[in-house]
């Protein structure tokens, strides 16, 4: 008997934050109409850093940034995509504060609900797809930076973390056990498909594994966990490569299983490895190019999208291999 859902095309619901997250919610977008982004919340620097300082409200530049990602593709959606990230420069106060950060908190004031006023501002872009804030509070991300002598030293702040260089051994959240959303816990408990990655590893993605219901609800959900690695390291994971950024994450999530793993190939120097490491997650490597054409670091978002498709097809029904993937 075929059911309502079996017609519905997957659920997706996409962890991270800033960039990264972006460029998997613009592939996310061609694979399926039933996405949700939930987005980190501990940016404490720009325009995002000030109105959180100031007006003691949840950082809103990543959550602008996603409902960016996933306006309505008419002159109506880019124009106010458009104005959403259109940035201010003046002499004076609001030198450098986006638009739609503006905007959001606004809304957050008249409503007195984060998520109501994401809502509407995804109604105003015609979102194809929703956006929700990780947790309830504002957070704060600490790290352990090992030194080039050898000290450990306590970097705080998403800022400062994501700029650290030396090698970061852990991170954590203040407040240490925050609250989640309701309906970012809901989103994953009900999803097909958990995306996390790409993005800043630690200040991005790592902290959405750290907030316990969110945790929690990714260890329980039904949903497949996928894993697209970084195409090249930042600041805040220099020297690190593609098996480094998965023994990080299972460092801080090591009871996690990851179904699959999209990694380009002109960014893996061991494949054997990494696909060793990738079993170890419970998990299939996917080796395919995924960064764009013109040669820089980001994700081509049809490229993504055509990877992403390949692991849901290679494992619908869990019948033989998948298609195209080790393991």
């Not at 409902?67 to 004076?92: E, I, K, N, P």
């Not at 991005?204 to 195409?231: C, E, G, W």
């Amino acid at each position: 008997m075929t059911t309502a859902r079996d017609t519905q095309r997957p659920a997706f619901v996409a962890l991270g934050g800033g960039h990264g997250l972006s460029g998997t919610l613009g592939a996310l977008r061609r694979v399926t109409d039933r996405l949700t982004a939930v987005v980190t919340v501990a940016d404490d620097g720009g325009s995002s850093g000030r109105l959180r300082g100031e007006l003691d409200v949840l950082p809103p530049g990543d959550l602008r940034m996603a409902l960016s990602a996933l306006c309505d593709d008419s002159d109506w959606g880019r124009t106010w995509r458009d104005v959403l990230q259109h940035r201010f420069t003046s002499s004076g106060d609001l030198d450098q504060h986006a638009v739609g950060n503006l905007l959001i908190v606004a809304l957050w004031e008249l409503l007195g609900d984060t998520v109501d006023g994401l809502d509407w501002v995804g109604r105003l872009l015609g979102a194809r797809g929703r956006v929700l804030p990780m947790a309830a509070v504002p957070l704060d991300i600490e790290a352990d930076v090992r030194r080039p002598d050898g000290t450990l030293d306590l970097v705080r702040g998403q800022s400062h973390v994501a700029v650290a260089r030396d090698p970061i051994e852990a991170v954590r959240l203040l407040p240490e056990r925050p609250p989640a959303r309701p309906e970012a816990v809901a989103a994953v408990e009900d999803a097909d498909w958990v995306v996390l990655g790409p993005g800043s590893w630690y200040t991005s993605v790592i902290p959405h594994l750290l907030v316990p219901d969110l945790a929690d609800a990714l260890h329980r959900t039904r949903a497949r966990k996928v894993l697209v690695l970084n195409l090249q390291a930042d600041a805040e994971t220099a020297g690190m490569g593609p098996c480094e950024h998965l023994d990080a994450l299972r460092a801080h999530a090591p009871d996690l299983r990851v179904d699959a793993v999209i990694a380009d190939p002109g960014s893996v120097d061991d494949v054997d490895e990494l696909e060793e490491r990738t079993r170890a997650a419970g998990g299939r490597l996917l080796l395919r190019q995924v960064r764009r054409g013109d040669g820089t670091p980001r994700h081509d978002a049809l490229r993504l999208a055509a990877a992403i498709s390949d692991v849901v097809e290679g494992y619908l029904g869990d019948v033989g291999g998948a298609r195209g993937m080790a393991g």
